[in-house]
């Protein structure tokens, strides 16, 4: 048996700067958001001249007045990904860009993905971005205090919290883009946490209601325990599924599938030094699940 | 929890052949109407273009309040009553009346039979609302009168929409209302999008009138530039012909000046109004305005009563081809503006299935080997499980049609990571009840029915956060959460039919072995 308890305290601690941290990194530095989010012009370019280049690509886009512009290599050598505000919100802006890079480049190179999204749409975006990730949050808080009892609940919940905080940390530290599909992995990683929570305060009732005379200390050591091989089998598993679509399922998805890796890791670790130490913090015994049965009944 | 009956079986035989069937179905095309659903390919996977399009409803609004001064003003002089400084200001309508009148101002406005202010009974509410601010009164559009204006700008925009896509000829394209105010419109299979926008991006509002220098106009004048931007004309308000009149409109070559004009026919009402302003305004120049800006402004030398006619201004070919579209299929309400546009070229789209493919095949084969490692023939149960759940999940999403997007195949790969977890809690379960119980029969069952809370929980939490998402989400995020969700629903199922029988026919017939799993 690991002794995961004996750390209770040095990872409560190492969580809790984490999140410092990360809250610290979200408020100054910020996020970067995409353009779906943020609004502007994005363009996926593939070039068959090696004249073409990010910084001859960035004189171009830089002489066309679009405000920001950015110029990134897009996985491997011969494709672009340009992005800029377009803060005027032209009209035609691809047509003259078109036109503008003709002129340098001939055609020799193609479009493959334009994505344009205005000032209202991103601003929408947005919101029903943070009404998606809140109410996820609700909903997982209600069935989890309808499943178990409030301390397992304030456990589960922190624990998300943790999990998201820290994920958008590390996305904020590294400045990695924040586009519509790093919401759908962040509502992804909301489910898994929980999932994984679950699955160890399910044992830990379980094992409450069998040892009357085992502190919640050594109960929530035994339980975690007792579902190691089942955590560290379904992280794996998942983490593989992910790692390939990270490697292999190409450039659009590798921010998903990063945000979805780190989620997991953070998710497992959270299950066992969050959602269990708050159990151990309030105390939780017998009683608690005892009350709670006894109620049960009386209902 | 082991046992199975017969009948059973072959359901789930059955049940499950099926849907490797369907979900095969996708690789052969049936040409017959005996089966013919297949997964739709999503904009990012086969290439297309999506423009969010929002219709500008501000001039309508100009335009219906301009129309109702004369209405109310009108009305009330048939009912003598006398309206004063009738004016606009910021989408009010504002006037005063004498103080003897106020009341009876006030009871027609909100009388519920009153034709001037239609009354919506289902909304408890008129079209318009007034307000007595002493000495005027303020009339405004209610709510609901909004709401009614902009859906009926909408359900027409969204016909012109239509026919100017339809005109265009790209194959199965989608075009959708959202809100009261937005139109949808994917173009599968469309790579460049440029036509289509420029043509939906003009209002078409086409007028013809004539060039005064007569400042006093009774119709009153304005100032108009020519298409070139250098020059400007000015020209009355009084619209002789507009492009409601125009029954049908062809590009053409002018073989005696070699130039490609437009040439269009008029109804009836058109065509007399045409003659009667071309036989009465000989030597004048007739301007021939679209949305705002002057096209041509020739002089007319004779009577045109034929009821058609021809546009000159320096067109290309491709210029005239799409002015003729425009005028054919309409004039929109209200301009359009594209707020949102998403194109993937099919290539990339292509890339992208093959990345995706490529991502399903290794993360599968991972997950495989991974579990064949760790459990020996409790893994090769979970592995042909997860092979047939795989099948069954394509089957679904065949049935019902879904879209499969790129973060859509994301689910896919995603669930069958997740899929294995339910076996993976069973199977840990039993290994714990074998610690203490030796009849293997009985651990199995003990094994099934202590992890079932825990794999209830664990999938209903999944399942939570993919209902968001189909709700919240647009577009590929969708096509994620409907694989994620319907990928629970068929683990679940494979779970604890296909896989536990084939773990209650293995048990059964290895009873009396140790250490089973």
């Given at each position: 048996m690991i002794a995961f308890?004996?750390?209770?305290?040095?990872?409560?601690?190492?969580?809790?700067?984490?999140?410092?941290?990360?809250?610290?990194?979200?408020?100054?530095?910020?996020?970067?958001?995409?353009?779906?989010?943020?609004?502007?012009?994005?363009?996926?370019?593939?070039?068959s001249d090696s004249k073409i280049n990010v910084s001859s690509l960035r004189d171009r886009f830089n002489q066309m007045d679009l405000g920001d512009v950015s110029v990134k290599k897009f996985g491997n050598d011969t494709d672009f990904l340009v992005k800029f505000e377009n803060k005027d919100n032209k009209k035609n802006i691809i047509e003259e860009i078109k036109a503008n890079l003709d002129k340098s480049f001939g055609n020799n190179y193609d479009f493959r993905r334009v994505e344009n999204v205005g000032p209202k749409v991103s601003a929408e975006l947005l919101k029903s971005g943070v009404i998606a990730i809140s109410l996820s949050l609700a909903l997982m808080l209600i069935y989890i205090w309808i499943r178990f009892e409030w301390q397992f609940s304030l456990g589960a919940i922190l624990a998300l919290f943790h999990d998201v905080i820290v994920t958008l940390g590390v996305f904020s530290l590294f400045s990695l883009e924040i586009n519509l599909s790093i919401i759908a992995a962040v509502l992804t990683i909301v489910g898994y946490s929980m999932n994984d929570t679950v699955v160890i305060f399910d044992r830990v009732r379980e094992n409450l209601r069998k040892y009357s005379d085992v502190k919640i200390f050594e109960l929530t050591n035994i339980s975690i325990n007792e579902t190691l091989s089942r955590t560290i089998i379904t992280s794996a598993t998942t983490l593989l599924a992910l790692l390939a679509i990270y490697f292999f399922g190409g450039e659009i998805l590798k921010g998903f599938s990063l945000a979805m890796i780190l989620g997991v890791i953070f998710g497992t670790y959270s299950s066992i030094y969050i959602a269990n130490t708050v159990l151990v913090r309030l105390r939780v015994s017998q009683k608690t699940v005892l009350r709670e049965d006894d109620q049960n009944k009386l209902n | 929890?082991?046992?199975?009956?017969?009948?059973?079986?072959?359901?789930?035989?059955?049940?499950?052949?099926?849907?490797?069937?369907?979900?095969?179905?996708?690789?052969?095309?049936?040409?017959?109407?005996?089966?013919?659903?297949?997964?739709?390919?999503?904009?990012?996977?086969?290439?297309?273009?999506?423009?969010?399009?929002?219709?500008?409803?501000?001039?309508?609004?100009?335009?219906?309040?301009?129309?109702?001064?004369?209405?109310?003003?009108?009305y009330f002089k048939e009912k003598n009553i006398k309206i004063n400084n009738i004016k606009i200001d910021n989408q009010n309508i504002f006037f005063n009346v004498s103080d003897n009148d106020k009341q009876s101002v006030l009871d027609i406005f909100q009388?519920?039979?009153?034709?001037?202010?239609?009354?919506?009974?289902?909304?408890?509410?008129?079209?318009?609302?007034?307000?007595?601010?002493?000495?005027?009164?303020?009339?405004?559009?209610?709510?609901?009168?909004?709401?009614?204006?902009?859906?009926?700008?909408?359900?027409?925009?969204?016909?012109?929409?239509?026919?100017?896509?339809?005109?265009?000829g790209t194959n199965e394209p989608n075009i959708l209302k959202r809100g009261n105010n937005r139109i949808l419109v994917e173009l599968p299979g469309l790579d460049d999008p440029m036509r289509i926008k420029s043509l939906l991006g003009k209002t078409a509002n086409l007028t013809f009138r004539f060039v005064t220098n007569d400042e006093n106009d009774r119709f009153g004048v304005e100032k108009l530039k020519f298409e070139n931007e250098l020059e400007e004309a000015t020209v009355s308000k009084r619209i002789i012909i507009s492009g409601e009149n125009?029954?049908?409109?062809?590009?053409?070559?002018?073989?005696?000046?070699?130039?490609?004009?437009?040439?269009?026919?008029?109804?009836?009402?058109?065509?007399?109004?045409?003659?009667?302003?071309?036989?009465?305004?000989?030597?004048?120049?007739?301007?021939?305005?679209?949305?705002?800006?002057?096209?041509?402004?020739?002089?007319?030398?004779d009577t045109i009563a034929s009821g058609s006619g021809q546009i000159s201004g320096g067109f290309t070919f491709q210029t005239a081809t799409d002015l003729a579209l425009l005028l054919r299929s309409g004039a929109l309400p209200a301009p359009l503006e594209i707020i949102e546009e998403r194109t993937v070229g099919p290539d990339l789209g292509q890339d992208s299935i093959n990345a995706g493919m490529i991502a399903l095949a290794i993360g599968f084969m991972l997950v495989i080997i991974f579990m064949?490692?760790?459990?020996?023939?409790?893994?090769?149960?979970?592995?042909?499980?997860?092979?047939?759940?795989?099948?069954?999940?394509?089957?679904?999403?065949?049935?019902?049609?879904?879209?499969?997007?790129?973060?859509?195949?994301?689910?896919?790969?995603?669930?069958?990571?997740?899929?294995?977890?339910?076996?993976?809690?069973?199977?840990?379960?039993?290994k714990e009840e074998l610690k203490d119980e030796t009849n293997n029969i009985?651990?199995?069952?003990?094994?099934?029915?202590?992890?079932?809370?825990?794999?209830?929980?664990?999938?209903?939490?999944?399942?939570?956060?993919?209902?968001?998402?189909?709700?919240?989400?647009?577009?590929?995020?969708?096509?994620?959460?409907?694989?994620?969700?319907?990928?629970?629903?068929?683990?679940?199922?494979?779970?604890?039919?296909?896989?536990?029988?084939?773990?209650?026919?293995?048990?059964?017939?290895?009873?009396?072995?140790?250490?089973?799993?």
């Amino acid at each position: 048996m690991i002794a995961f308890n004996k750390y209770y305290n040095h990872f409560n601690l190492l969580s809790s700067v984490l999140i410092v941290v990360s809250l610290l990194l979200l408020i100054f530095k910020g996020l970067n958001f995409g353009i779906d989010f943020k609004g502007g012009t994005l363009i996926e370019l593939r070039a068959s001249d090696s004249k073409i280049n990010v910084s001859s690509l960035r004189d171009r886009f830089n002489q066309m007045d679009l405000g920001d512009v950015s110029v990134k290599k897009f996985g491997n050598d011969t494709d672009f990904l340009v992005k800029f505000e377009n803060k005027d919100n032209k009209k035609n802006i691809i047509e003259e860009i078109k036109a503008n890079l003709d002129k340098s480049f001939g055609n020799n190179y193609d479009f493959r993905r334009v994505e344009n999204v205005g000032p209202k749409v991103s601003a929408e975006l947005l919101k029903s971005g943070v009404i998606a990730i809140s109410l996820s949050l609700a909903l997982m808080l209600i069935y989890i205090w309808i499943r178990f009892e409030w301390q397992f609940s304030l456990g589960a919940i922190l624990a998300l919290f943790h999990d998201v905080i820290v994920t958008l940390g590390v996305f904020s530290l590294f400045s990695l883009e924040i586009n519509l599909s790093i919401i759908a992995a962040v509502l992804t990683i909301v489910g898994y946490s929980m999932n994984d929570t679950v699955v160890i305060f399910d044992r830990v009732r379980e094992n409450l209601r069998k040892y009357s005379d085992v502190k919640i200390f050594e109960l929530t050591n035994i339980s975690i325990n007792e579902t190691l091989s089942r955590t560290i089998i379904t992280s794996a598993t998942t983490l593989l599924a992910l790692l390939a679509i990270y490697f292999f399922g190409g450039e659009i998805l590798k921010g998903f599938s990063l945000a979805m890796i780190l989620g997991v890791i953070f998710g497992t670790y959270s299950s066992i030094y969050i959602a269990n130490t708050v159990l151990v913090r309030l105390r939780v015994s017998q009683k608690t699940v005892l009350r709670e049965d006894d109620q049960n009944k009386l209902n | 929890m082991l046992y199975f009956s017969k009948l059973r079986i072959v359901f789930i035989t059955l049940f499950s052949v099926l849907f490797i069937l369907i979900a095969s179905s996708n690789l052969f095309k049936f040409d017959d109407n005996f089966f013919d659903k297949k997964i739709n390919l999503g904009l990012d996977l086969q290439g297309g273009s999506y423009l969010l399009l929002e219709i500008d409803n501000e001039p309508v609004i100009e335009q219906k309040l301009q129309n109702l001064t004369t209405t109310i003003r009108n009305y009330f002089k048939e009912k003598n009553i006398k309206i004063n400084n009738i004016k606009i200001d910021n989408q009010n309508i504002f006037f005063n009346v004498s103080d003897n009148d106020k009341q009876s101002v006030l009871d027609i406005f909100q009388d519920e039979n009153s034709d001037l202010n239609p009354y919506y009974p289902r909304f408890k509410s008129h079209q318009l609302e007034i307000e007595d601010i002493g000495l005027n009164f303020k009339v405004n559009f209610s709510r609901q009168g909004l709401i009614k204006l902009k859906t009926s700008s909408q359900d027409q925009a969204i016909e012109i929409v239509r026919r100017r896509v339809d005109e265009v000829g790209t194959n199965e394209p989608n075009i959708l209302k959202r809100g009261n105010n937005r139109i949808l419109v994917e173009l599968p299979g469309l790579d460049d999008p440029m036509r289509i926008k420029s043509l939906l991006g003009k209002t078409a509002n086409l007028t013809f009138r004539f060039v005064t220098n007569d400042e006093n106009d009774r119709f009153g004048v304005e100032k108009l530039k020519f298409e070139n931007e250098l020059e400007e004309a000015t020209v009355s308000k009084r619209i002789i012909i507009s492009g409601e009149n125009l029954l049908d409109a062809q590009p053409k070559m002018d073989t005696q000046t070699n130039q490609t004009i437009v040439s269009f026919t008029l109804d009836r009402v058109g065509a007399k109004r045409f003659g009667k302003a071309t036989s009465t305004g000989i030597g004048k120049q007739l301007a021939i305005v679209l949305d705002g800006k002057i096209i041509s402004a020739p002089v007319v030398r004779d009577t045109i009563a034929s009821g058609s006619g021809q546009i000159s201004g320096g067109f290309t070919f491709q210029t005239a081809t799409d002015l003729a579209l425009l005028l054919r299929s309409g004039a929109l309400p209200a301009p359009l503006e594209i707020i949102e546009e998403r194109t993937v070229g099919p290539d990339l789209g292509q890339d992208s299935i093959n990345a995706g493919m490529i991502a399903l095949a290794i993360g599968f084969m991972l997950v495989i080997i991974f579990m064949f490692v760790k459990y020996k023939i409790f893994g090769l149960i979970t592995n042909v499980t997860l092979i047939v759940n795989l099948f069954i999940l394509l089957g679904v999403l065949t049935l019902f049609e879904a879209t499969l997007t790129l973060p859509g195949i994301a689910g896919i790969i995603l669930t069958v990571g997740m899929a294995v977890d339910a076996n993976v809690l069973i199977f840990e379960r039993i290994k714990e009840e074998l610690k203490d119980e030796t009849n293997n029969i009985l651990a199995f069952d003990g094994g099934y029915t202590k992890s079932r809370t825990a794999i209830l929980d664990a999938n209903i939490t999944t399942l939570l956060a993919a209902i968001i998402l189909f709700f919240m989400g647009s577009g590929p995020v969708k096509g994620f959460a409907v694989t994620l969700g319907v990928g629970i629903f068929t683990t679940l199922f494979s779970v604890y039919f296909i896989a536990r029988l084939f773990t209650s026919i293995y048990v059964s017939r290895n009873k009396n072995k140790e250490k089973l799993i």
